[in-house]
T-cell receptor, first 115, second 110 residues
Framework: NAGVTQTPKFQVLKTGQSMTLQCAQDMNHEYMSWYRQDPGMGLRLIHYSVGAGITDQGEVPNGYNVSRSTTEDFPLRLLSAAPSQTSVYFC??????????????FGPGTRLTVL | GQQVMQIPQYQHVQEGEDFTTYCNSSTTLSNIQWYKQRPGGHPVFLIQLVKSGEVKKQKRLTFQFGEAKKNSSLHITATQTTDVGTYFCAPSGSARQLTFGSGTQLTVLP
């Protein structure tokens, strides 16, 4: 099993450009999530999904869109990149048991710089 | 998601000393998870606590969940250089959002 994979590993964008960060998991997990991590800020939840066709906003959703057309894939779209979106982005997946999110498996991250 | 305060933000210890990080919430938590992130790496799951007053051990690591389910701690006995990293608590309430504390960055001096 590959676990959680993310592409690309690194990306540099100019202000106003759009792009999609890819995330895929092969563990048949219902729950998938996107976090951003800024220095000294910990991880902040952007969007999450509890199954194909279902997505919801986290703490910091503005400027980002997600979709979940399959169980395996959960892409994150930056609509119009801004320097404030310079960060490391982590995707994670988990199974849900008794209504609770269990152990989350994280991808290696995408390091994004917006100039 | 649940909001928690994690302290301290930074901790420097000599190798062999003990280390503790605390996670405090103003509301009752459903459960709490702990993660470790090595420098330049991604968070890795350590444990999940569910029951009031629960104590779990993993070798030199001891995890506790408070009786009121509002706080939790991670204690490392006799730290080693391999313990270096940032430790995050991740509380879960009734919603399916798993938010993270701000983390405690541990430095172990040889």
């Amino acid at each position: 099993n590959a676990g959680v994979t993310q592409t690309p590993k690194f990306q540099v964008l100019k202000t106003g450009q759009s792009m999609t960060l890819q995330c895929a998991q092969d563990m048949n997990h219902e729950y998938m999530s996107w976090y951003r991590q800024d220095p000294g800020m910990g991880l902040r939840l952007i969007h999450y999904s509890v199954g194909a066709g279902i997505t919801d906003q986290g703490e910091v959703p503005n400027g980002y869109n997600v979709s979940r057309s399959t169980t395996e894939d959960f892409p994150l779209r930056l609509l119009s990149a801004a320097p404030s979106q310079t960060s490391v982005y982590f995707c994670a997946s988990s199974y849900i048991l008794a209504g609770s999110v269990n152990e989350q498996f994280f991808g290696p991250g995408t390091r994004l710089t917006v100039l | 998601g649940q909001q928690v305060m994690q302290i301290p933000q930074y901790q420097h210890v000599q190798e062999g000393e003990d280390f503790t990080t605390y996670c405090n919430s103003s509301t009752t938590l459903s459960n709490i998870q702990w993660y470790k992130q090595r420098p330049g790496g991604h968070p890795v799951f350590l444990i999940q606590l569910v029951k009031s007053g629960e104590v779990k051990k993993q070798k030199r690591l001891t995890f506790q969940f408070g009786e009121a389910k509002k706080n939790s701690s991670l204690h490392i006995t006799a730290t080693q250089t391999t313990d270096v990293g940032t430790y995050f608590c991740a509380p879960s309430g009734s919603a399916r959002q798993l938010t993270f504390g701000s983390g405690t960055q541990l430095t172990v001096l040889p």
